[in-house]
């Protein structure tokens, strides 16, 4: 992953990175950038003004993940936890076996199936499933219960929490061993709402501090 920060209004905003292409032998690295309408950092990075941007941008962090698990996996996301997959079968060593279970709200929302149809043709060992909450339902126990032929795989989660939370305790319930369910965490940036104070709270704290006086 990398960090981008980005100069808004003065001060410095972060954001971290899913690398869906490390770009080998080259000097260049490519990110997905989901577009939040009401977020403060996209609609600034994403809208071209014609004013130059001020960013500084971090080395790319983090394991190589097929070095450390050379074996078959499976990965299982949720929405923008895709970007994960696409960054494993980026590097994928052609003798292993990939099988993706992507699900995402709607068909509007699914990404990158161009280049999973096309890694489809390409490579005998990846294998994909994509379903839809509008289409198929919430995800539920079947889901996970088809996975479980692929008993000695590792498996990668990734998505927003309760989904992972869910598929976690699911595959532990078939039979998976802790050992071999690799968890990858993001999280949002946690925007913390203003207290608006009304005019006679401030006027109670007023009047405390005016009844102490005399005791000071």
């Known amino acids: 992953h990398i960090t981008v920060q980005g100069l808004i209004d003065g001060r410095w905003v972060s954001r971290t990175y899913t690398i869906i292409n490390p770009g080998a032998g080259t000097d260049v690295v490519s990110v997905a950038v989901r577009r939040v309408p009401t977020g403060q950092f996209t609609p600034w990075l994403l809208h071209d003004d014609g004013t130059p941007k001020r960013l500084r941008i971090s080395v790319p962090l983090g394991d190589n993940y097929w070095a450390k698990t050379p074996q078959h996996t499976v990965c299982m996301v949720g ?50 499933n994509c379903r839809t909450d509008d289409a198929d339902g919430y995800l539920n126990k079947d889901v996970v219960t088809t996975i479980a032929r692929f008993p000695s795989a590792n498996y990668v989660l990734c998505g927003p929490p309760t989904y992972v939370r869910k598929v976690y305790a699911w595959l532990q319930e078939i039979g998976i061993s802790a050992r071999n369910i690799h968890v990858e965490k993001f999280f949002l940036p946690e925007v913390k709402k203003r207290t608006h104070r009304s005019w006679k709270w401030y006027g109670y704290r007023v009047g405390a501090v005016v009844a102490l006086l005399p005791a000071l």
């Open 79 to 128: 929405g923008i936890g895709i970007t994960l997959a696409k960054s494993l079968l980026a590097q994928l060593p052609t003798a292993l076996c990939f099988h993706l279970e992507y699900s995402a709200r709607a068909k509007i929302d699914q990404v990158f199936m161009d280049d999973f149809k096309a890694l489809s043709e390409q490579h005998q060992g990846f294998t994909l």
